[in-house]
């Protein structure tokens, strides 16, 4: 009866797809006939709008991406997680060093054209952090090392280059028409572009998808120049290693970019008005987090909300007291981030002219299918609830067009993962043991530090655990939560684990290769339905 019933879905499958294929075939004829009209226009070249547009174009619909910026990839691969991962990514070190037998140079590049902007630098600064802590107990040693920013940022600069070059080869590949320009609706089915030559061109479409992403949220009283106040872009272009770097907000970006600088050199101050760092965390893991943190010697100031800004000398003076108010107190900074959050960014789209919704926040509002309620307007990513994270941005875009297509898309935010990449790495999905406790489920707690990791005691890097919570009647998997180097890597196993409904014990009984670190995901998950063995 399985392959019966295995093989009638099959020929539905099968015959749905033909349907697609003719009637998006129908449509790509149609288009042409008419000329200038697309049967998708996608405005923003993010990783949810260049995406979609791929993805549109893959399944047979003539698509038109529109990005203002001139260079795709969005704020992601431009300003954002690549290039912070690339400076430590692809760190250009000068060491110079003098031993028993002779005086030499070395200069060492690291070249991995992976992750975001942020995620180079943090690649970077790690590199550099570890040849001026952890080589010598390796025994590799130098009498000087020396940092060479004006090289990092340039490796940095170079590796988003050839990213953004790469999906404009993706674009032809795939006969994605691509506009250079800013886009402002003048109907739900038109676009009027301000191109980057200075002229104006208007892009027609059946259906348009909003992908315009989100920009850096703002502070009262606080004016961001890039040069003493930056947001996360000026911190990814500082000229200098500030002394004193304080960042404001302890999320996610303001922890990253505090730590590369701070491996760096940088003495880093954290000013955050809620209790806890990284609110989201679970909250034992966070403690845990933010205890190593300390150790890096970052500082924290919780509970404490800027009131006052004074840049008129050579640096910066932040006025501050605590959240429910109390004595003010003072902090010098060479540079002040601005770390607060992200908002979406609607702005000069022309939404009020087709009557698109937005919420309170300055969100979309769209359905399932991620329609707004103008006609044949459709959004995507940060502009519209859910995580503002790039892979759920590109999930979004995937899901829209095959709706557009006619096929069925999904995506459930529940089972998005969520990474801090500082060192080690906090990398988690599904629910924290507090949103579990709050849903009053029955529940199981399996817990393996990377201590008793052979792998992570091999290459002296065992910080961190693994941390699973699975329901006690059924042992499904509820959340998965991970510190450890590279937890960004080994969370994707617990992502496939709760898509499809896994138990801890299914891990737990799935041969994992020794050594590695991932035997820590199944020793955490042997401790939740059994007991595990290396502790």
């Known amino acids: 009866m399985a392959m019966v019933s295995l093989a009638r879905r099959r020929a539905r499958d099968l015959f749905r797809t033909e349907a697609v294929r003719r009637a998006s075939v129908f449509c790509r004829g149609f288009a042409g006939a008419a000329g200038d009209e697309n049967d998708v226009v996608v405005i923003g070249g993010g990783p949810g709008g260049y995406v979609a547009a791929i993805k549109a174009a893959q399944l047979g619909l003539k698509t038109t991406c529109i990005e203002k910026r001139g260079s795709l990839g969005g704020t992601c691969l431009n300003v954002g997680c690549i290039p912070s991962k690339v400076s430590g990514l692809d760190l250009v070190w000068s060491i110079v060093a003098a031993d028993e037998l002779d005086l030499f140079s070395l200069s060492f590049e690291f070249h991995r054209n992976q992750g975001s902007t942020s995620k180079a630098l943090l690649h970077s600064s790690h590199m550099y952090h570890e040849a001026k802590h952890a080589f010598p107990s390796h025994g590799v040693k130098f009498s000087q090392l020396e940092i060479d920013l004006p090289a990092m940022l340039a490796q940095k600069d170079k590796a988003v280059s050839g990213l953004t070059r790469g999906i404009e080869g993706l674009f032809k590949k795939n006969k994605v028409n691509y506009v250079k320009g800013s886009g402002k609706f003048i109907s739900p089915s038109e676009v009027s572009v301000d191109t980057l030559d200075g002229g104006n061109t208007v892009v027609k479409g059946k259906n348009i998808i909003i992908a315009t992403g989100s920009d850096v949220k703002s502070l009262p009283g606080i004016t961001i120049d890039e040069k003493k106040i930056v947001s996360s872009t000026g911190a990814l272009s500082l000229s200098a290693i500030p002394k004193k770097l304080v960042v404001i907000g302890a999320g996610y970006i303001g922890l990253e970019m505090g730590s590369v600088w701070g491996r760096l050199g940088s003495e880093i101050t954290v000013v955050e008005f809620a209790p806890d760092i990284v609110p989201s ?27 006052g800004v004074d840049t008129s000398g050579d640096g910066v003076k932040l006025i501050v007291e605590p959240a429910a108010g109390g004595e003010q107190s003072t902090l010098e900074a060479d540079v002040v981030l601005v770390s607060a959050g992200r908002i979406p960014y609607t702005a000069g789209l022309g939404l009020e002219t087709i009557g698109v919704q937005t919420d309170k926040a300055g969100r979309i509002t769209v359905d399932k299918h991620f329609k707004t309620n103008a006609p044949g307007v459709y959004a995507i990513g940060d502009v519209i609830p859910g995580p503002m994270l790039a892979h759920k941005a590109e999930e979004d875009g995937v899901a829209c067009v095959e709706f557009i297509a006619g096929r069925e898309g999904h995506v459930d935010y529940d089972m998005v993962p969520g990474v801090v990449y500082t060192h080690p790495e906090v990398a988690s999905v599904g629910k924290t043991e507090e949103q579990v406790k709050s849903l009053g489920v029955a529940y199981r707690v399996g817990k393996f530090p990377f201590m008793a990791n052979s792998r992570a005691k091999a290459i002296d890097d065992a910080d961190g655990l693994v941390k699973i919570l699975a329901e006690k009647e059924t042992d499904k998997i509820l959340g998965v939560h991970i510190m450890s180097p590279n937890a960004g890597e080994l969370i994707h196993e617990a992502v496939l684990a709760l898509q499809y409904g896994a138990s801890s014990e299914d891990i737990a009984r799935t041969c994992h290769a020794h050594p590695t670190m991932s035997e820590a995901v199944k020793e955490a998950a042997m401790a939740t339905y059994d007991k595990p063995i290396h502790i």
């Not at 965390?281 to 009131?307: A, H, I, P, S, Y």
């Open 281 to 307: 965390m679970d909250g034992e893991v966070r403690k845990q987090f933010q205890r190593m943190l300390e150790k890096q010697k970052m500082k924290f100031m919780l509970k404490t909300k800027v009131v």
